[in-house]
């Protein structure tokens, strides 16, 4: 359980002025005092409380969690905390499309590990000290922007936001995504569509490392209980792997035999018709298969190829000498009936 005089010893309980509060707000809100709104320790303490636990389990299932803080005050906060739990962090400015549009981000990545490299092998490349500088101020220019999202793996569990209003971007992107959000919410800020507020004071250094720290905790527990599922995944893995080889190993040795017992076998054979043939019994050979005619090169009909059937001449026929042409068909004759005749 989070311990409120930590939370009120570090001014979370302090919000803005009343004049700049969002009505949204009003649940968290215990009073108003010379005209700043006081936020109520207790309910932040129950909602830090839930959203630790929500972290923890997120974590625990081998999720990353980004961190994103780029307010002044929150910057070495946030990237402490994040390099505490080797999670990705923003605490510059927020690089539009990281989560909607990651692809493109990724050739920014690419792009500052290359300058990076060649930053680190300039004793072996050929470059001039212009060059070598210009690429310097390329490799600090991405480093700030894109730095600490270079190990940035999915899917993304989460993502951790101080102050709402100055990171709306990062919001919006989350919420397109369906990630959900953890966010420290001052009374100026509104909690509409981030699943676990926890309200507080968001520009102070010291009630955002009060509000981080729990989080810090629940994240390595978390990350504690995935590392340890991951390794017995591993064991359950290898165990599969030596079954496979321990199968594969008997089903080659199988295969060894089988093919030892048939060579025994067909030397055995070979032996045996040596003996034959030198005591000179008859060895039968294996009838040939049967093969059809088309299949023995003969031809099926004459014609069709191959030698033909019949070798007699040809007949031809010529007319005698000195006979009329040809005038077609003859016709039979038919005789005419007879005919009456008028009577005179």
Same mark, same amino acid.
């Given at each position: 359980m989070v311990d409120f005089r930590l939370l009120v010893k570090a001014g979370v309980h302090f919000g803005h002025q009343s004049s700049r509060w969002n009505p949204r707000m009003a649940p968290y809100i215990w009073g108003t005092k010379n005209n700043v709104h006081l936020i109520n320790v207790a309910k932040t303490a129950v909602q830090l409380e839930k959203a630790c636990k929500a972290l923890e389990a997120i974590i625990a299932e081998g999720k990353t969690v980004l961190w994103v803080g780029t307010k002044k005050p929150a910057q070495a906060v946030m990237r402490n905390a994040a390099e505490?739990?080797?999670?990705?962090?923003?605490?510059?400015r927020w690089i539009g499309g990281t989560l909607t549009n990651f692809s493109q981000v990724k050739k920014s990545v690419?792009?500052?590990?290359?300058?990076?490299?060649?930053?680190?092998?300039?004793?072996?490349?050929?470059?001039?000290?212009?060059?070598?500088?210009?690429?310097?101020?390329?490799?600090?220019? $991405?480093?700030k922007n894109i730095g600490g999202i270079v190990n940035l793996t999915w899917p993304i569990g989460a993502i951790i936001v101080i102050d709402v209003k100055k990171e709306h971007s990062a919001i919006k992107e989350a919420i397109a995504a369906d990630i959900p959000v953890f966010a420290l919410v001052d009374t100026n800020g509104d909690p509409l569509n981030i699943q676990y507020v926890i309200p507080g004071n968001d520009d102070s250094v010291h009630a955002i490392e009060a509000v981080v720290a729990p989080l810090v905790e629940a994240a390595l527990s978390g990350k504690k209980v995935a590392d340890a599922k991951k390794a017995e995944q591993e064991k359950? $893995?290898?165990l599969l792997r030596e079954k496979k080889r321990a199968e594969r190993k008997e089903q080659d040795a199988g295969k060894a035999a089988i093919s030892s017992v048939n060579q025994a076998l067909v030397e055995k054979l070979e032996k045996d018709d040596e003996e034959d043939s030198s005591k000179g019994k008859k060895v039968v050979a294996h009838k040939k298969p049967f093969t059809g005619r088309r299949d023995a090169g003969a031809p099926s009909r004459p014609g069709s190829g191959g030698a033909p059937r019949f070798n007699s001449p040809k007949r031809t026929f010529s007319k005698p000498a000195g006979s009329a042409p040809s005038q077609g068909p003859r016709k039979e004759f038919v005789p005419k009936k007879d005919t009456p005749t008028k009577k005179d």
């Open positions: 505490k739990v080797a999670m990705p962090y923003v605490t510059h690419t792009r500052y590990l290359h300058f990076k490299d060649v930053v680190a092998k300039a004793d072996v490349a050929q470059y001039t000290k212009k060059e070598l500088n210009s690429f310097q101020k390329i490799v600090d220019r $991405l480093y359950e $893995l290898e």
